[in-house]
């Protein structure tokens, strides 16, 4: 999936794999929980590394007062994004970011990132919390994988099940091997600054980061 020279049929058919796991294995349902006590307002939310804006667009429905805007930095993901977004009626504000090199230039209420950190190296991880943290005025929202055995097992079976994309069968089992434990993840929050970042297991073998500018875990 990170391989620029990839067949943009490929590309597409890995996406909408990925779109149809993450909406079974309900990727979304933890980030929601956090979101919910700041939803009876209007709120701002962005979505970092959105691919093709699965969690945003499966969101969107449940939290109607919050406006949501999305980034990536492939624009081959961000036109899949726009058209889903346009077929469901949602209103989607998409743009360009490389979150790796470069700061948001304004803020949102929430700041959600799902299954990409394990796509970097261990100082990208950190350049990106600190990011996503200074773009954050109320809550950030980590959820990624965890390198476990479990996880590998269910990465080399799951998604034969769900999809017929080789570069999903691939890339599931490299993106558990390239994973962070909790541990490993705490360790690089705490070097991004976020010291009282909360991480905590989720379902299936994923685990989720929560953390708020100056307050408690």
């Not at 294995?25 to 979101?35: G, K």
């Not at 209007?42 to 590394?49: G, H």
């Not at 600190?130 to 097992?153: S, Y």
Request: proline residues 8%.
């Amino acid at each position: 999936m990170d391989n620029p020279a990839l067949p943009r049929e490929d590309h597409n058919h890995a996406l909408r794999g990925l779109a149809r796991i993450n909406a079974l294995s309900r990727a979304w349902a933890p980030i929601a929980r956090e979101i919910k006590p700041l939803a009876t307002e209007p709120i701002t939310i962005l979505d970092v590394a959105t691919g093709s804006a699965d969690v945003p667009l499966a969101l969107a429905p449940q939290f109607p007062t919050a406006t949501w805007s999305a980034c990536d930095l492939s624009p081959q993901a961000l036109t899949i994004a726009q058209a889903k977004a346009n077929a469901r009626a949602t209103n989607l504000n998409l743009f360009t970011h490389d979150v790796v090199m470069n700061p948001f230039s304004r803020t949102f209420d929430v700041v959600l990132c799902s299954l990409f950190l394990h796509h970097l190296e261990p100082t990208d991880v950190t350049r990106v919390l600190q990011h996503m943290a200074a773009a954050t005025r109320r809550l950030l929202v980590v959820h990624d994988l965890r390198r476990t055995r479990p996880g590998l097992a269910l990465a080399h079976i799951f998604p034969k099940l769900l999809t017929r994309s080789h570069v999903v069968h691939i890339d599931a089992v490299k993106s558990v091997h390239a994973a962070y434990t909790i541990p490993e993840l705490r360790t690089l929050a705490h070097d991004a600054g976020l010291t009282t970042a909360s991480i905590e297991p989720t379902f299936p073998q994923r685990m989720l980061l929560t953390w708020k500018p100056g307050g408690s875990p």
